[in-house]
């Protein structure tokens, strides 16, 4: 309930005062490149129902590209997308997903249909939670597309090696879950440090 509370009173301040800035990155977003100001993508959320997380798109529109996983200096990535991918703020209209519960600014981040039915016995657990906008394994990856760029097999690398090691770390945090880790965790995340420091 804590919880919930914080994630209501921080995300509606959050969207009042970044509202001039959101107006900002969509003009420039528009002048960019052709397509939406919004990307929105169907999610897993809390017990495995899907949501629409909403994002600032950041790459150019191709119906016919079903490739989910990105890396870095992906040429689908539009020139004010690349700067808002660096900055993580195309994020930062997931504060509206935080606001009407889809969402919370902590915890582990939501994948795409067909990512939570690799999730066996109890690290099930982690669909008890609601996703986040950051999270401790989103900390640790927080250079994924960097790390992906250098792999031979993006996607296999992923599926193989970083998915299994986020579920370990969300399935640690589940565990360990209080509000002041969740503030631990995004006082790492703004400033870009390790939760070790």
Not at 124 to 142: F, Q
Not at 143 to 162: A, C, F, G, Q, R
């Amino acid at each position: 309930m804590v919880k919930r509370i914080f994630d209501i009173i921080f995300s509606l301040i959050g969207i009042m005062f970044l509202t001039p800035l959101f107006v900002i990155i969509s003009i420039l977003i528009k002048l960019d490149s052709n397509g939406p100001i919004f990307f929105i993508q169907r999610r897993i959320g809390k017990n495995g129902k899907i949501f629409h997380l909403i994002k600032f798109r950041s790459m150019r529109i191709n119906k016919s590209d079903k490739n989910t996983i990105s890396i870095k200096g992906d040429n689908r990535i539009t020139n004010i997308g690349s700067f808002l991918r660096k900055y993580k703020l195309d994020e930062f209209p997931e504060l509206w997903n935080v606001l009407v519960g889809e969402m919370s600014f902590v915890g582990p981040r939501p994948d795409v249909p067909g990512y939570a039915d690799k999730l066996q016995g109890s690290d099930r657990e982690i669909l008890n939670l609601r996703p986040g906008i950051t999270g401790m394994a989103s900390l640790k990856y927080i250079n994924e597309e960097e790390i992906l760029s250098k792999k031979k097999n993006p996607k296999k690398y992923n599926d193989e090696v970083i998915f299994p090691d986020k579920v370990r770390i969300n399935r640690e945090y589940y565990l360990n879950q209080s509000i002041w880790l969740d503030i631990k965790i995004i006082f790492a995340t703004i400033f870009r440090i390790s939760l070790d420091e």
